[in-house]
């Protein structure tokens, strides 16, 4: 069976429940979904399934595929409040969670992204509400609002994300370099990050951060350990765990630059002052490439006081 009969079976059978679907990818799915944001979904094991079935009973397998998701769509749809009015439940049973994004993974199809309840975590990087169900993830979408602002939605569900989750932090050396891992199984790790004093010291210049998956943050503390060194650690450690695990978010280290208080993430709106950076080392050559100009400032600033 050809993967091009598989997929415009689908394509069909997604058409005729009324969820019009494309394909993003050779094996994802990019699903509209009634009064939710679109959706992607990998259907690889779909695919594998389907190539040993007749080509005259392909539809109705995926029928049978399509009207399943349906139904659990439906099921779940069933749990969550029907007016914007009732994001006040959503709220007040901590249902709200964060999860943190690439700018690039929310910017197809266009104006998904203006369509959730998001905003600006980092260059590159988006932060978005999310109802936290028993069996999925659903996007807030902005119109269910209510009367409620984006800010106290925001810290809503920061509170909820970090008082009702578990997490785990250790302290592993990479390449010569601690790095604190916050980590855990659940998907809203990320949002650590507002609390960051919880997990360094005075750090009188910041620390580095990075964002891989969406079960791990990590950290370094800037102190005594060369700068350099632990940029480049940063880097090779947050590039191999995208590798080896799904759902990647980012291979970007950020300067996380101290000042902000918890109130103000928690209850004012306020996100954390991160800044791109990245250094190319060639040991061959001896020599050292700043990225960025934030990179070459933390540089300076790490020697001087040296």
Not at 223 to 228: A, F, K, N, P
Not at 264 to 276: N, S, T
Request: net charge negative; charged share 20%; with cysteine.
């Amino acid at each position: 069976m050809t993967q091009d009969a598989i997929g415009a079976a689908l394509l069909e059978a997604f058409a005729a429940e009324g969820f019009p679907a494309r394909f993003v990818a050779p094996t994802t799915l990019s699903i509209s979904l009634p009064g939710v944001s679109d959706f992607t979904a990998d259907i690889g094991n779909v695919f594998a399934e389907a190539g040993g079935v007749p080509h005259d009973e392909l539809p109705a397998f995926a029928a049978d595929f399509v009207s399943g998701f349906a139904r659990g769509y439906r099921r779940k749809m069933a749990q969550v409040p029907d007016t914007s009015a009732d994001i006040r439940h959503l709220v007040d049973s901590e249902a709200l969670r964060i999860r943190i994004y690439s700018e690039a993974a929310l910017a197809d199809p266009p104006g998904l992204r203006d369509s959730l309840v998001t905003r600006p975590l980092a260059p590159g990087l988006v932060e978005t509400v999310v109802i936290d169900l028993p069996d999925s993830i659903m996007s807030l979408g902005r119109e269910r609002l209510g009367g409620l602002t984006e800010n106290q939605v925001f810290g809503a569900a920061l509170h909820a994300s970090l008082h009702r989750e578990p997490h785990y932090t250790k302290v592993e050396e990479v390449m010569g370099v601690p790095v604190t891992f916050i980590g855990e199984t659940q998907r809203y790790i990320g949002c650590h990050v507002h609390v960051l004093s919880r997990y360094v010291g005075p750090a009188r210049h910041g620390a580095l951060v990075s964002f891989p998956l969406p079960e791990y943050l990590l950290v370094h503390e800037i102190g005594d350990v060369h700068v350099i060194a632990a940029m480049e650690s940063m880097q090779a450690v947050t590039r191999t765990l995208i590798e080896q695990g799904e759902k990647g978010i980012s291979s970007q280290v950020y300067w996380w630059r101290p000042g902000q208080d918890e109130p103000a993430a928690l209850d004012d709106g306020g996100v954390p002052d991160l800044r791109p950076v990245e250094v190319e080392v060639d040991h061959q050559e001896k020599s050292i490439t700043p990225r960025t100009a934030e990179t070459q400032e933390l540089i300076e600033l790490w020697m001087r006081d040296q």
